[in-house]
């Protein structure tokens, strides 16, 4: 469908919609308690849709363009925010959080990604999905306590493991222990070529091993390799794999191409391999991390088989060191973005959620190859190159696609859609070391070979836990860590050291790399303030990269990673869109400031439930007729 075409369709979907019926909602299994439950018949139903990397800047580029013709239309035609703003820092654990449950990183402990819990030894870190607090209660559970019928997928802050994250429905992608490979593999030739395969030259044969994380053999295909052009040179082109393990039909994978292969049947759990080279008698095959779908209840299970194999988050790190290609990067980025939103189609058309909370990651994915977002550091951060970038062209065109599927679903006469970006990120060019800054100012102390360093706690003063862009330093302090060596009495003298020596790192122009350097006790106008932050927090100039690495002794070095998030999130750039269409809401109006914390409440006002008491964001004024 053109772009004009896909306008005119939006504009009929707002004047007249198909109903969708309502499924009985399963038992939920927190009772309710302060809240007045409602019948689901009279409930609007509401579908939440995060971008993660949707920068307004760019989405702005990108609807001028003609590439999101859906977006542009919800923007034109429903309620949308000059402003979007996310916390601080603006990390996928403390922005998932803070929008399912309406409070601040101060209320949910989670302040970022990775951090230090109190009482445990301080070089032990751990992930905010292990520590969800029990106090805050995520959108979805309140909704189920009142009756509706939820449903996640592929969303972070949700844990079919956890009975007190899971919604009615749960769609979600997880990773093996298998990691990624690069497989180089000789051929040889087939004695017997196969009489229906086509190649000039003298076809070969090859064995790919699967291994698992124990060095045995996950799974094994036999590589059938092919020249399909007829031009004179033998290059094999073209693979044809089979497993003798399963009964399943062959994959064909062309060079410079991408296809999934199924590991494990009974586990539905496969890898995306890359044909990235062929010189000789001699292939070199990328292999992603292996994953697989799992669904809650188990009973859905056997339709998500159905939407086959998912693929893992794009490997930034494979892309970074050269194993496989930008545009490969994006046909996996493509190719799951696609997945996730066949997922959530599925999940909308059987069941019926009152509430869906689906994301779509290809935008952030695509930044990650797409070289012209690098931002001069002398120059102010909306001043990037004019010229966009294909693949992030490539990943509106895919989301607007996806957008306008969604949309065709949903009755807006009796729903709501509401359209947000998550951690919004830019490419970074320089990496640094924040735990070798403390190792200057003589606060840590490291011991064992550069690859498998560790913290001697008995001599160490101060760790720092990097995130992208944001660092929490965590003072070794008597009486609350573990093996603490720094008294109360010289608290404040390294709390003194540690924010010298951050502020003492300078770029090429003598221009200080960090936006903040905080202590604790300035954090509660960002809502930080914590008993898991740390005693400093910092955040960087965007394009650095803070890397808390052991093994380093130069403050600063190339990128270790190719995009970040977690700085400033008053940067307006690296803030977010905010677009919400449907009967109930406003026409054509344009709100100041959205807050990542009302949007929980938003849900809750929409469908007519109380927001748990744990939430601090306020219901959207102004969205509504």
């Known amino acids: 469908m053109n772009g004009p075409n896909r306008c005119i369709w939006l504009a009929l979907v707002l004047s007249a919609m198909c109903c969708c019926g309502q499924a009985s909602p399963p038992d939920p299994t927190v009772p309710p308690t302060d809240a007045t439950v409602l019948s689901p018949a009279h409930q609007t139903g509401v579908v939440i849709l995060v971008l993660e990397g949707a920068r307004p800047d760019w989405t702005s580029q990108h609807i001028e363009r003609g590439l999101a013709p859906n977006l542009a239309a919800m923007s034109d035609r429903g309620v949308s925010a000059t402003s979007f703003r996310p916390v601080d820092p603006n990390l996928k654990g403390p922005f998932y959080v803070s929008l399912s449950t309406g409070a601040f990183p101060q209320t949910t402990g989670v302040v970022a990604n990775t951090y230090h819990l109190p009482g445990q030894p301080l070089d032990r870190t751990t992930d905010y999905s292990l520590t969800l607090p029990e106090s805050t209660e995520p959108i979805w559970r309140t909704a189920m306590r009142n009756g509706l019928v939820t449903a996640t997928v592929l969303w972070p802050a949700a844990d079919m493991n956890m009975p007190e994250l899971r919604a009615s429905y749960m769609i979600d992608v997880a990773q093996s222990e298998i990691k990624p490979n690069l497989h180089h593999i000789a051929l040889e030739a087939v004695h017997e070529p196969p009489p229906d395969r086509t190649s000039y030259s003298i076809p070969q044969q090859a064995v790919l091993t699967i291994q698992d994380a124990n060095g045995g053999h996950a799974a094994e295909f036999r590589i059938l390799a092919l020249d399909s052009l007829d031009d004179g040179v033998q290059q094999y082109d073209s693979l044809v794999l089979n497993s003798d393990a399963f009964a399943e039909q062959p994959t064909f994978l062309r060079l410079d191409k991408c296809a999934a292969v199924t590991v494990s049947p009974r586990l539905q759990s496969g890898a ?49 060191l050269g194993w496989i290609t930008p545009e490969q990067f994006v046909e996996i980025a493509k190719v799951r973005a696609e997945w996730a939103m066949r997922a959530g189609l599925h999940i909308y058309r059987k069941y019926h959620p009152d509430l869906l909370l689906l994301t779509q990651s290809i935008i952030a994915d695509c930044a990650a190859a797409s070289p012209m977002i690098q931002i001069e550091k002398a120059a102010p951060i909306g001043e990037e190159t004019a010229e966009l970038s294909e693949h992030l062209a490539l990943a509106y065109t895919v989301v607007d696609t996806h957008l306008e599927d969604l949309l065709s679903l949903v009755d807006l006469a009796n729903s709501a859609v509401l359209v947000v970006s998550g951690e919004t990120v830019t490419q970074v060019d320089t990496t640094i070391r924040v735990n070798a800054v403390l190792k200057s100012a003589k606060l840590l102390q490291v011991q064992g070979p550069d690859d498998q360093e560790s913290v001697v706690l008995s001599r160490t003063r101060a760790l720092a836990v990097g995130d992208g862009g944001a660092s929490h330093i965590y003072v070794n302090l008597q009486g609350r860590q573990q093996a603490g060596t720094v008294s109360p009495e010289d608290y404040e003298q390294v709390l003194a050291q540690i924010t010298e020596a951050f502020g003492a790192v300078k770029d090429d122009l003598g221009e200080g790399t960090f936006s903040r350097i905080l202590a604790a006790d300035q954090l509660s106008d ?100």
Request: net charge negative; charged share 15%; aromatic share 8%.
């Open 272 to 320: 995306y391999l890359c044909f990235t080279a062929s010189e000789g008698v001699s292939l070199t095959l990328y292999q992603s991390q292996v994953s697989y779908a799992s669904a809650y209840p188990p009973e859905i299970a056997a339709g998500v088989r159905d939407l086959g194999i998912p693929p893992p988050s794009p490997d930034t790190d494979a892309l970074r």
């Open 526 to 625: 960002l809502h930080l303030l914590s008993p898991n932050g740390g005693d400093i927090f910092v955040q960087a100039q965007p394009g650095y990269y803070l890397d808390d690495g052991l093994e380093y002794t130069r403050l600063t070095g190339p990128p270790t990673a190719i995009t970040a998030g977690g700085y400033d999130a008053s940067i307006p750039e690296l803030q977010g869109i905010f677009i919400a269409i449907g009967d109930q809401l406003a026409l054509r109006r344009t709100l100041p400031v959205v807050r990542a914390v009302d949007i929980a409440p938003t849900i809750a006002k929409i469908q007519r439930f109380s927001p748990a008491l744990t939430c601090e964001g306020k219901a959207i004024e102004g969205i509504w007729r």
